[in-house]
């Protein structure tokens, strides 16, 4: 008999279909799961590396195989005539590099350092003039527009001729008592390092400070720092002696800045052409008993008693130098009585006033007022005295 209901599925075909099916699309929302963790996790994942590159420093860039770091002298900077230039790389020196001073200046330059080329001069910068300092890397055949010849360029200016310059110069060969200050680099030593650096620019001398702890008040009170005056003065008449420079008048040595003295100066400065003679002064003191100091180098070296002026015939009081010396002489005047003397074979005579000397005399004693002015050394140290002192050497005369 033939029905009229649904067919029936005696094997279970349908079933098995719908339930491939299901499974089909089970596998493939899985698929679509994972592939959408994926990349969110990607995303996820980039987003927190570019967070970590952004929070992190820019990196600095990296210097040239070939740079100039830094420059000594400071460029811009006031240099006295024997400066020592210094040019400090980022690599060592390689046979491209090429450093010229404008206006030239005879010397060479050399590797003083791992990093670091130095002009020697063998001579010195003129005064007042402005240098320019050109380094370059790379062949002198490229274009100077390539980006392989660099260029560096610097300036400074040579201190002008002046007191100060002689001054500064005078006390690095040691015929003043003075040295250059220290260079504080650190806090407030920075703020007064540039405060000296201005000074030090416009004078030289301002540089200045003493050599010694122990100086006799005496001789700070006579130093002006940029003015000619008796230690300055004391100091040139020494260095001519030293240098052979004489006036060709009198006093032998004088205390002019000419050019002879100029050049005489500034090339010894280049060579380190130092004062043999220690520095030395003698200090006169008028109380009772009257004595004399010979001050050398930091240090009272020798003291004995002495004889000043009478009445009439005062030593001059205050501060002079040595201009005149002689091993012996003949010395005659008029007494403050009017009566003439002459003395024979004076021994070890230094003359720093007119006709004022230190000299060895015999007398039967020593300590108060007894020459015409001149101050009397007993004879047994007088050659002691003389040998401690020299052309230029300071003395200084103080009251009771």
């Excluded at 000419?258 to 006169?284: G, N």
């Amino acid at each position: 008999m033939i029905g009229t209901g649904a067919p029936h599925d005696s094997d279970g075909v349908g079933a098995k279909r719908a339930a491939g099916s299901a499974r089909q699309r089970a596998a493939t929302y899985r698929r679509r799961r994972r592939t959408v963790g994926a990349v969110v996790l990607a995303l996820a994942v980039g987003f927190a590396i570019a967070g970590w590159q952004l929070a992190m420093p820019a990196p600095r860039p990296a210097l040239p195989a070939q740079a100039v770091v830094g420059v000594s002298p400071r460029p811009g900077r006031v240099v006295l005539p024997d400066a020592t230039l210094e040019v400090r790389l980022a690599q060592p020196p390689g046979a491209s590099l090429s450093a010229v001073l404008s206006p030239p200046v005879a010397g060479t330059w050399g590797r003083c350092a791992p990093r670091a080329v130095c002009f020697a001069a063998s001579t010195y910068f003129s005064p007042g003039v402005r240098e320019t300092l050109t380094v370059t890397f790379g062949s002198s055949r490229m274009p100077t527009t390539s980006p392989a010849r660099r260029a560096f360029v610097a300036h400074f200016s040579v201190a002008p001729a002046s007191v100060g310059l002689a001054q500064v110069l005078l006390a690095q060969l040691g015929y003043l008592p003075l040295t250059h200050s220290p260079t504080r680099v650190s806090g407030r030593g920075r703020r007064r390092r540039a405060a000296s650096d201005r000074a030090a620019d416009s004078d030289p001398a301002a540089s200045l400070v003493w050599r010694y702890a122990d100086i006799p008040s005496a001789l700070r009170a006579r130093w002006d720092p940029g003015d000619a005056g008796v230690l300055t003065d004391g100091a040139l008449v020494q260095f001519e002696r030293v240098q052979d420079i004489e006036s060709g008048t009198w006093p032998l040595y004088a205390t002019a800045l000419t050019p002879t003295v100029w050049s005489a100066l500034l090339t010894a400065a280049v060579a380190r052409r130092t004062d043999p003679d220690p520095y030395a002064i003698a200090i006169v003191h008028e109380s009772r008993p009257e004595y004399l100091d010979i001050w050398q180098d930091g240090h009272v070296v020798l003291d004995t008693l002495v004889n000043t002026g009478i009445p009439g015939g005062a030593t001059p009081r205050g501060t002079f130098y040595v201009y005149q010396r002689y091993r012996s002489q003949t010395m005659r005047g008029i007494t403050t009585t009017g009566k003439p003397y002459l003395y024979s074979d004076v021994p070890d005579v230094d003359y720093f006033q007119g006709n004022i000397a230190i000299h060895g005399f015999a007398r039967a004693s020593y300590g108060f007022p007894q020459s015409q002015g001149c101050v009397e050394v007993p004879l047994e140290v007088a050659e002691s005295v003389y040998a401690r002192l020299h052309y230029g050497s300071v003395v200084v005369v103080l009251p009771a």
